[in-house]
């Protein structure tokens, strides 16, 4: 679920459960909304921070971090790049040269032509091993995590996999029992 | 409700009864209280006015870009943990910057002081190195005005075996227990402790015309957009606007409170959302601008006949900061406990909440069972120590262990110490020119150890609860707070103390302060709602102050 569903459905619930405030902005806010979510729909531009190869070596740094399993998604799955790529190209333009530059070092590091991505994933953690105590690893490592789990209009977390993957809900509603430990309880109310 | 259009215009040059500094669990029920008093009021809130329309759940943005909160670039402030170093800038004081304050995306937890809070320099005798005072208030002298704040707030709760006398239950029962809270009821009461609903001010049934918890989860660090928590901004502003007598104007950042030759309060200068600087003038002035920024403010109030600050004849404006101590034990558990539901904590114990002399050490607190983590802290920070940081093992427990964690979190006393203080930084300027804010502090020993005790504690509970494993936080001196108290505190010596028992600053006739930093004590960690019940008080008597022309 986008966030501008996700919010159209918590402005749908807030004025149900009776909540006033919400009530007289509410049809506005939803034609803001729809307006919004009809241009996110019109693909944009890939990448703007990031040429096209070394988003393909974010994409893999970042899938070694987080990777997918069956029934599991991963960073690639969440579009991980995607966030970096945003967050490099404005609020985090200052770290782009630590990026450019640990790309290319591992790209050296690979020491085959095709460079990093061409290496199996054994290859490629046996690599990060060597390198996870740098400032570009740490950079790296913190981003994945954000762009695998920030509300997705950061730009990652497609789809809410981020959050699937963690089994975490964005719903507007919840009702009790919440968790298997208090299902008794509240099935006593 | 809450809608921009709502309340009445002034115009900074009408001679407003009250301009009130900041929005937030004081300032709102400030606003309220005397507005509906029959006064003319201005509150001043440096951040914006948002309505639920805007809320939204970015842990990204709110918890790590700091999107409601003071802005580190604009409006810096310098950290050092003793007053022989020099201060480095840093983020070490967090606070709401919004109509509604921080009140406006607290938790909720809402516990009162004991009796024993407030006299408890004389019950004890002091302690070496801090200076710690009793109140000039007594529990029972504040009991009507936490009763008032339960009721015209509304809080869930229901009475625990330690709890304070009380003059009416809580207006409404207590929100469901979560399975952080019936872990933390299995645990303790196997260790003979007594668990209880923790009281919150979050409605669990219809009040007041808003409705109950959805358990949407986003308590922590984000405004209701249902409205169904307790705060300033879902009850107290509305009431102020709908009484035609009161405004508030956001985008207002304060320089200055001016004073004239007779060394009274004319007013507030202050930053209007185009940089100008505006005068609003006032029969009084009210600061509620927090334990950071009131002192702050004071200080940068300056003047031939104020020379060390406004107020501060005493040279207590600014001293004995109290954080209160923060920390807790993770705990995982076999099956899933979707602690991402719902409020964040249910249940807590308040066995040891007195100082016992016996423990060696000053000072007690609580433990509460709660879920702190939301999606990008959980993965930064939830996990134990040795587990994986990257990889397939790192991917496998995050989506294993995120449903089945939760943490037991431990609220701790801080002593007053003179030394812990905000003061101005001798560079460091803002993005408006006017000096920041210092911070010095260092934890009292006994702080230290009371927290280490408590987490021992709810270390305890985990395992009886029955965890398959559990790990502490590690207890070190804190850096970082949003807990900003005593900095001006209450007392009926004027030469070391900032303001009065009824608020009125000693040294300005017509200058209050309400907020936390009016506090004497730290509270066992949970202090709003002793900020509103003081906050109801402090109205009450400004108000008939006003009445009787003592302005």
């Known amino acids: 679920m986008s966030d501008l569903v996700a919010r159209r459905s918590f402005l749908r619930a807030m004025a149900a459960a009776g909540a006033a405030w919400a009530a007289a902005d509410l049809l506005q806010v939803e034609d803001a909304l729809a307006w919004a979510l009809d241009q996110k729909r019109k693909p944009g531009a890939a990448f703007t921070a990031l040429t096209a190869e070394q988003a393909r070596v974010v994409d893999a740094i970042a899938s070694r971090i987080l990777p997918s399993a069956e029934g ?46 061409s290496l199996t994933a054994a290859q490629q953690d046996d690599l990060l091993r060597h390198v996870e105590r740098t400032p570009f690893f740490q950079a790296i490592r913190f981003d994945t995590i954000v762009g695998m789990f920030a509300l997705p209009s950061w730009g990652g977390n497609r789809d809410s996999l981020g959050w699937h993957m963690l089994g975490f809900e964005h719903q507007p509603q919840f009702q009790p029992p919440f968790g298997v430990y208090d299902a008794e309880a509240n099935a006593r109310r | 409700m809450l809608s921009p259009r709502a309340g009445r215009r002034f115009s900074p040059s009408d001679l407003v009864d009250f301009v009130i500094v900041g929005s937030g669990a004081a300032g709102g029920i400030l606003a309220k209280e005397l507005s509906v008093a029959g006064c003319s009021v201005v509150v001043l809130e440096q951040g914006p006015r948002l309505t639920p329309a ?54 909720g937890n809402f516990w009162r002081l004991r009796p024993i809070d407030f006299n408890e320099a004389s019950v004890l005798g002091g302690v070496p190195g801090a200076a710690l005072v009793d109140w000039p208030i007594t529990y029972a002298e504040l009991e009507p005005y936490y009763t008032k704040a339960e009721w015209e707030l509304g809080v869930s709760g229901a009475p625990g075996p330690f709890d304070a006398p009380r003059s009416r239950p809580y207006p409404m029962p207590p929100l469901p227990v979560k399975s952080s809270g019936v872990l933390m009821e299995k645990g303790a009461r196997a260790l003979g402790l007594h668990p209880q609903p923790t009281p919150m001010a979050i409605n ?12 949407c989860g986003f308590c922590l660090f984000f405004m209701c957009e249902y409205g169904a928590k307790s705060t300033s901004m879902a009850v107290m502003l509305p009431l102020a606007e709908a009484t035609g007598r009161c405004e508030i104007r956001p985008g207002s950042y304060v320089a200055r409170v001016e004073t004239n030759d007779a060394g009274r309060a004319t007013g507030v200068t202050y930053f209007d959302g185009k940089k100008r600087l505006q005068l609003q003038r006032a029969k009084a002035v009210v600061l509620c601008a927090n334990g950071a920024e009131t002192p702050r403010l004071l200080l940068n109030s300056s003047s031939s006949r104020f020379p060390d600050g406004l107020a501060n004849s005493s040279g207590a404006v600014g ?72 990889g397939e093992d790192f991917a496998k427990t995050l989506s294993h262990q995120f449903t089945r964690s939760m943490f037991f979190g431990t609220h701790g006393t801080s002593l007053p110490v003179e030394t812990n203080s905000i003061s101005i930084d001798p560079s460091l300027k803002d993005a ?96 709003t709602e002793t900020i509103s019940a003081l906050a109801f008080r402090a109205g009450e008597h400004i108000a008939a102050f006003a009445r009787r022309g003592e302005i």
């Open chain 2, 54 to 107: 805007d809320f939204d759940h970015d842990e990204f943005g709110t918890m790590y870009q700091m999107k409601l909160a003071n802005n580190p670039v604009t409006q810096p402030h310098s950290f050092r943990a003793s007053v022989s170093d020099t201060a480095r800038q840093t983020m070490a004081v967090i606070y709401g910057r919004l109509v509604g304050g921080s009140n406006a995306h607290f938790t």
């Open chain 1, 72 to 117: 599991r998604p991963g960073a690639h799955e969440a579009g991980v790049v995607h966030f970096i790529d945003k967050a490099l190209a404005t609020f985090k333009a200052a770290q782009k040269p630590l990026y450019v530059e640990g790309i290319q070092s591992l790209d050296r590091d690979a020491a085959v032509p095709a460079g990093f991505t």
């Open chain 2, 319 to 390: 001293k004995h900061l109290m954080f209160n101590t923060y920390f807790g034990v993770n705990a995982q558990f076999d099956q899933p406990l979707n602690e991402f539901k719902s409020v964040q904590n249910t249940r807590m114990v308040q066995d040891f909440y007195e100082t016992d002399p016996k423990r060696g050490f000053y000072g007690g607190g609580a433990i509460d069972a709660r879920f702190d983590r939301y999606p990008i802290s959980f993965a930064l920070t939830g996990l134990p120590p040795g587990t994986a940081a990257w």
């Open chain 2, 432 to 527: 408006w020119g006017l000096p920041c804010m210092r911070v010095t502090y260092y934890d009292h020993p006994d702080d230290l150890k009371c927290a280490e005790f408590l987490a021992a504690r709810a270390s305890e509970i985990a395992q009886a609860a029955g965890a398959i494993k559990t790990w502490p936080e590690r207890v070190l001196p804190q850096t970082l707070t949003v807990h900003l108290l005593g900095t001006c505190r209450m007392g009926n010596d004027a030469k070391a103390s900032v303001i009065d028992r009824f608020h009125r600053t000693h040294d300005v006739p017509n200058l209050f302060i309400c907020d936390g930093s009016s506090m004497v004590t730290s509270s066992r960690g949970q202090p």
């Open chain 2, 204 to 215: 669990s049934q219809p009040y007041n015309g808003r409705p109950p918890c959805q358990h």
